[in-house]
């Protein structure tokens, strides 16, 4: 889906943002950026700012008019913090993502407005909806590339679905082997009289409960035991 | 749970990016920033870039060490992007804020390292988890204060729970006035031969999956009959 969105920044005054919101759009592997009649561009500071987004800013189509920039998108949506006298339909970023997914084979275009003043009424009214970054409603105003990178980044994560499944270096221990390891601790406790077993009171419930909560893996395991048999070599021997 | 969530910046080497990521949690209603050994500040290019977060800014705690800034909190994260010898758990920003919420009554603190090598191994192993924000896997690297930007818009997601209802400036329109209208757009058409009582095909179905679509209030079913009228005046007078 990432390769349907176009990110149209609207007479942006400063390079730096259009550097700092190629940079967000390169991070979260959009590459779609149109410029309307930028106030500085091409510009070393946009290029700076860009940093790994280099391909993105280089890529920029600069146009004079709106209409250029969306003529060929099926969804333009704005992305605003105003509010206006006739409300427009608004989705928080995470809805607009949602929306934008199952709108499959669209394309669509995302516009961020000027940075002191938005986009003027005629351009959001040019718009299906109204992207809304909910925020402190005593002070709501993103930078512009931050709120780039915002829609940027829960477009991507919508593009992945599912967080990705847990790396780990080790295999899970198995409950023979935990509960191996239990006992093995269980033994150790008993015989160096840390534990009475016949007032074990809930000393083994709390290590079980400690335990149970790391998910040990097998290195761990084996880690722990060589402790135990450390600590008491004879109880080792025997488990 | 905003005032229990502490942003930690290690080693941060340009005061501009301290004063983005102080404008970044203004706008998500964040307070708590504390510098571990910033290069420079305070700098008049951080209160530049921090624009209407120059009270973060202001209240921002200067330390010489990481413990410093962690030692009274409950939970430590890092933001990480590294892949590292032995993993550590690892939470996306969303996963992260929905655990700090659950997280009642503790104070948290989230790391992030410097803007050219992040944070070294013995910062991140003082941490329960590391946070990654999922992102193109061949430039995956946000600009710091952006990362922040993230990760304070994930915990004022969850802070504010639902996203707001929908603001309207109109009743919608009930059943009866939507039916109103319809009957009066068919009379309408089949009065200026546009449609074919006796032979009408699929029109007025798909006018009407046409105008169910778009959720009408009062004001529009008025107008809409008022466009009605003003083409046809009999029809507007029978209906």
Not at 92 to 103: E, L, N
Not at 112 to 136: M, S, T, W, Y
Not at 221 to 233: F, S
Request: hydrophobic share 40%; aromatic share 6%; charged share 25%.
């Amino acid at each position: 889906m990432l390769d349907r969105m176009r990110i149209v920044l609207v007479e942006t005054s400063h390079p730096g943002n259009i550097g700092a919101a190629a940079r967000a759009m390169k991070t979260m592997s959009l590459t779609d950026l149109v410029l309307v009649r930028p106030k500085r561009f091409p510009d070393p500071q946009s290029f700076w700012r860009a940093a790994g987004g280099t391909d993105v800013l280089e890529g920029a189509r600069v146009v004079e008019t709106l209409e250029e920039a969306i003529n060929d998108c099926h969804w333009v949506v704005a992305t605003s913090a105003r509010l206006r006298r006739i409300p427009w339909p608004v989705l928080t970023p995470q809805a607009f993502a949602d929306a934008a997914r199952a709108r499959e084979g669209q394309k669509i275009a995302v516009l961020f407005g000027r940075e002191d003043k938005g986009l003027n009424n005629d351009e959001l009214q040019a718009c299906h909806c109204h992207v809304e970054i909910p925020g402190n409603p005593e002070y709501p105003v993103l930078n512009l590339a931050m709120a780039v990178q915002v829609v940027a980044y829960e477009l991507y994560q919508r593009h992945i679905g599912e967080p990705p499944p847990l790396v780990w270096d080790r295999p899970p221990a198995t409950t023979t082997e935990f509960e191996g390891f239990l006992g093995h601790l269980e033994s150790v406790l008993v015989n160096s009289a840390f534990l009475n077993p016949g007032s074990p009171g809930q000393t083994m419930t709390r290590l079980r409960r400690l335990f149970t909560r790391v998910d040990l893996d097998i290195t761990e395991v084996a880690m722990l035991r060589g402790v135990l048999t450390q600590l008491d070599p004879g109880e080792g021997d025997r488990n």
